[in-house]
């Protein structure tokens, strides 16, 4: 079941990695600014989605600017951001009306993205991880659906950011605005969710940008193994 993308009201919520507040020009990150940043990071990479890569039949769309495509993600307003202590800002967003098209943003302390990332057809099952969801295989401890596409310009930025984004994930499997401590059902949740493979494809964005071919999915980089969680799943608020 996917989610749509709800009107929120700003808040903050203090955890020992950070606040989450969704108000992102008190961050002096407007949305003409934000776009630039992206725009340059992203450069004139051109991306096809990885649940369609390598099709030939007629309906698959042909590759689309990657900039367009993430900033797709942030139609619904206000952005989502999550403040991590000595880290950064994550923001994360939705098509306007359609939660099926999510976007991931990651910036460093010195406001450079370092990170972005296009998510399609991510499932939110909430407690349905422990049981019963029909988006996720048990047996095999996968999801059925979606795919979370990350470009990056350097490994070592993949390998800073992936405990990150692995969180953002899990609490987007549960919904968001998780308390994984409110009673045993939701504490067994979040426990479940992060046992659970994450659909996960990363991109060397310098090769695109840099090279004669664009096209970003021509790029692959290997994901690094063996890596947990960092932020508290109910850090992720909206």
């Not at 349905?128 to 596409?149: A, E, F, H, M, P």
């Not at 549960?174 to 479940?192: I, K, P, T």
């Not at 193994?225 to 992720?236: D, E, H, I, N, R």
């Amino acid at each position: 079941m996917f989610k749509r993308a709800l009107p929120v009201m700003a808040l903050c919520l203090i955890s020992a990695s950070g606040c989450a507040t969704m108000n992102t020009l008190d961050s002096g990150w407007a949305m003409g600014r934000f776009s630039a940043a992206v725009k340059e990071f992203a450069g004139k990479a051109v991306f096809q989605d990885a649940l369609v890569f390598g099709r030939h039949d007629k309906k698959v769309q042909p590759p689309k600017p990657l900039a367009g495509r993430i900033m797709d993600g942030f139609q619904e307003l206000p952005m989502r951001r999550l403040v991590l202590k000595n880290t950064g800002i994550v923001f994360w967003g939705f098509e306007y009306q359609d939660a099926s098209i999510q976007s991931l943003v990651i910036v460093n302390r010195n406001d450079h993205v370092k990170l972005v990332a296009a998510v399609t057809l991510f499932p939110s099952v909430g407690t349905g991880v422990l049981s019963g969801s029909q988006d996720i295989d048990y047996k095999t401890r996968t999801l059925k659906s979606g795919q979370i596409s990350v470009f990056v310009r350097n490994w070592a930025d993949l390998a800073r950011y992936l405990p990150v984004i692995k969180s953002w994930a899990y609490a987007n499997l549960l919904g968001f605005n998780v308390d994984c401590y409110q009673s045993a059902e939701w504490e067994r949740a979040c426990r479940a969710a992060t046992g659970f493979r994450l659909p996960l494809r990363a991109y060397d964005l310098r090769d695109a940008v840099m090279g004669k071919k664009k096209l970003v999915n021509l790029y692959p980089l290997s994901i690094p193994k063996g890596v947990a969680p960092s932020v508290p799943l109910g850090a992720f608020r909206q």
